[in-house]
């Protein structure tokens, strides 16, 4: 059986299209010419279609018409093949010629290191072997967030997708960068359609370097791939240290807001705060730090002379006291960590997970604790003073939208996943 923690190198042993890259750059040898344009050359696409077996046409003939190949380029599978191993530092362009890259040579005889390199470099690819001019969908053109959209659905069923609820998320992802309201019905039609399309050439390749599995009608990732999505998102393989905490907000009370949270051992600190901060409900708009009574550990800067938190990872700190987080240095919102357990990362779970919690958010910039008790008094009495304007500086119509109870445990979770896709960016 293979160990969960290296995941399943037969897997990326036996991929085809792996097996290809490897061909292909063990090919290049001491480099190879290009065009002026930056392609192979036709007589070098003509060995590797054959070489490599692309499953590439050359000089096609459809419907007794021979189309010319006038470049490389329109060799998808080829171009994948190409362009994956320059993305995955493989080989690279010196003076128009593409050569091997010595630190990625090393890699050839490595299948696991070689597979996180090229699964780490899918986002990349979308114009390598996606189809562009007519016909061409709005996923090509954001690859990056569209298939990592994709990837993070998957990851979060713990089982098989359908391909529709797939298409679905890559198509509401894609289409929040653009205004389609004045596109027709016909016309958002034809384009979800073409965009379903590349979504299931994308999960093809995947499923071709065995990420993947597919039928037609739905998708899941593999083993190989969800320790590849978990590696990315800085998740715990299973067995790996999982700390319990629960993070409470000092001197606020009635009620109280705290959060129980499961994370990584091996969480940096910098992660933790971005954990707090999904958690908790802050908005990131001002200066952090922990402390352990002893250290005081923040963002890397040489005026405030934190020891650097993403050098620090969270199980290595000294829990013989209260661990704290303080928010704000102005209105200093101080939040007690305390460790309520040390146990193993489950299969099948997402780490980092909220298990519970009680009460909301105060509202940035409202004056720390005190400044927030007289808030909600304020709001509390229609007839005073202030009423009115904080109604107003809260963005309420009414002072009753604002519900210092309110907590959404499934709300917090969704929060937590999009963090850990917005890390994999970083």
């Known amino acids: 059986m293979a160990d969960p923690k290296l995941g399943d190198a037969a897997g990326a042993t036996e991929s085809a299209l792996v097996g290809q890259v490897v061909d292909f750059v063990r090919w290049i040898d001491g480099g190879r010419k290009l065009t002026q344009t930056g392609a192979l050359t036709l007589a070098d696409s003509r060995t590797l279609v054959d070489r490599l077996g692309t499953r590439d046409q050359i000089d096609p003939a459809i419907g007794g018409r021979v189309f010319k190949t006038k470049s490389s380029t329109e060799l998808l599978h080829l171009s994948l093949i190409v362009e994956w191993a320059k993305a995955a530092g493989l080989v690279r362009v010196v003076r128009g010629r593409l050569v091997p890259v010595k630190k990625g040579a090393v890699l050839l005889d490595r299948p696991m290191e070689l597979w996180t390199a ?22 090509r053109n ?43 019905d016909v016309q958002l039609s034809t384009a979800r359609r073409i965009n379903d399309r590349d979504v299931r050439r994308a999960l093809w390749v995947l499923a071709d370097i065995g990420a993947v599995a597919t039928n037609e009608d739905t998708a899941e990732l593999t083993e190989l791939g969800r320790s590849g999505i978990r590696r990315q998102r800085g998740e715990p393989e299973p067995g790996d240290a999982v700390h319990q905490i ?53 963002p890397a800067d040489r005026e405030l002379r934190f020891i650097d938190e993403s050098s620090v990872r969270f199980g290595d700190l000294d829990f013989e006291d209260v661990v704290q987080y303080t928010y704000d240095f102005g209105d200093d919102w101080v939040h007690d960590i305390v460790v309520e357990r040390v146990g193993v990362a489950e299969p099948g779970e997402h780490y ?34 202030e009423h009115a304007e904080m109604v107003t ?15 959404a445990i499934n709300a917090v979770n969704s929060g937590l996943a999009a963090l850990g896709a917005a890390e994999r960016r970083r």
């Open 118 to 139: 090229l699964f780490d470099a899918f986002g990349k690819l979308g114009p390598a072997f996606l189809p562009t001019g007519w016909g061409e969908s709005l996923l």
């Open 142 to 184: 954001e690859f990056d967030i569209g298939s990592r959209a994709m990837l993070s659905a998957m990851h979060r069923q713990n089982g098989p997708i359908a391909l529709t609820d797939l298409g679905d998320v890559v198509w509401n992802t894609v289409t929040a960068r653009y205004v389609l309201d004045g596109a027709t």
């Open 246 to 298: 629960s993070v409470t907000l000092t001197d606020v009370a009635d009620p109280m807001v705290w959060r129980r949270l499961l994370i990584p051992s091996a969480m940096p600190l910098s992660g933790l705060h971005q954990v707090i901060q999904t958690a908790m409900g802050w908005e990131e708009c001002h200066l952090h730090s922990f402390t352990n009574g002893v250290r005081t550990y923040g």
């Open 352 to 385: 980092p997970r909220c298990v519970g919690g009680e009460g909301a958010c105060p509202p940035e910039d409202c004056g720390g604790p005190p400044g927030y008790e007289h808030l909600r008094q304020v709001l509390a009495s229609p007839g005073d003073v």
């Open 393 to 407: 500086w809260l963005g309420l119509e009414q002072a009753s939208e604002f519900d210092p109870a309110a907590f």
